[in-house]
């Protein structure tokens, strides 16, 4: 699947909704959704389409940095069943 | 209890052992899983304890609805239980579950992706993340329980089958035995949140133990084979 618009809030608010499901500080976690969100916007400029699975997989490298668990969370997308 | 018989034992053993056998099944405890994850991001603990505890009732429903109806079939058709040779094929289509779980029922080694086509497991995961009342909750339970059925089926028709050679009293006791049997580990998983675990631990902890699972879902398919082959069928 791929995506061709890809929305600042609304990333955001996904970080922020999957370190909610770890128990996360709602400081800390709007930090790193912060940081991550800017470094992908960053990354996405140039490319015209990316997929959900590149996505997914750039969001967990730059996760791993800040929450090893958090990153989990991205890098096991629909991968549960 | 007054009334057993050795056979009631050997119909009790192959009831436990069908549910055993169910309760290995990861299908259900993966989308499960996943109402967590949807759950806990988005509603409150209390919220989510109610979508579980619905998830888990529309899941034990199934089983019973379906066990029961395997039960009340066979009985209507044979007036007692399954021939010898009925039971020959459903014991040749045990064996080929097994080898088929060992082979095809995870899809790669580095994830708990199953065998389901991708659709219907996108669909598995898009119901589970939508789930806001617990009615959908309750359906997403039966679903989960439905897409397993290529792997159930045969047990729940071999539970139901034993449960009719069971005293009538028994009977109830037995469908009511089995579902519970199959839904422990989802309950298992509930305490394991409730205590403290994420779901990042737990699909860790399924990621790293599926190659262990496997081989006892097909080696409890095995032994259920061969314990309707000595028992039942030449047993007599």
């Known amino acids: ?81 | 209890m007054e009334g057993l018989t050795p056979v009631n034992l050997i119909q009790f053993g192959t009831i436990l052992l069908a549910a055993l056998v169910h309760a290995t099944l990861q299908l259900g405890l993966g989308a499960l899983l996943l109402l967590y994850h949807a759950s806990l991001g988005k509603h409150i603990k209390k919220k989510t304890k109610q979508l579980v505890s619905n998830y888990i009732l529309g899941t034990a429903l199934l089983i019973i609805l379906t066990v029961t109806a395997a039960a009340f079939i066979i009985n209507a058709i044979t007036s007692s239980s399954l021939s010898p040779e009925v039971l020959a094929i459903l014991v040749g289509i045990l064996f080929m579950l097994a080898i088929i779980i060992w082979f095809f029922y995870y899809r790669t080694r580095r994830s708990t992706e199953l065998w389901l086509p991708k659709s219907v497991s996108r669909y598995i995961s898009n119901r589970a993340k939508l789930t806001e009342s617990n009615t959908e909750a309750f359906s997403l339970g039966m679903l989960s329980s439905l897409a397993e059925m290529p792997f159930s089926i045969i047990l729940m028709i071999i539970a139901g089958n034993s449960i009719i050679g069971l005293p009538a009293e028994l009977q109830i006791l037995s469908i009511a035995f089995y579902s519970f049997i199959t839904i422990l580990p989802l309950f298992i998983l509930r305490f394991s949140i409730r205590r403290g675990n994420t779901v990042v631990d737990i699909q860790k902890w399924r990621v790293k133990n599926k190659e262990f699972l496997k081989i006892m879902t097909g080696i409890g398919f095995m032994t259920l084979a061969l314990f309707i082959i000595g028992f039942r069928i030449l047993g007599g």
């Open chain 1, 1 to 81: 699947m791929s995506i061709s618009k890809l929305s600042k809030k609304k990333l955001h608010d996904e970080i922020i909704r999957e370190a909610k499901v770890l128990n996360i500080h709602s400081g800390t976690s709007e930090l790193i959704a912060d940081k991550v969100v800017e470094k992908i916007m960053k990354w996405r400029e140039g490319r015209s389409m990316i997929t959900a699975e590149d996505l997914n997989e750039k969001l967990a490298t730059e996760l791993e940095k800040y929450n090893k668990d958090l990153a989990y969370l991205f890098k096991s997308k629909d991968k549960i069943i």
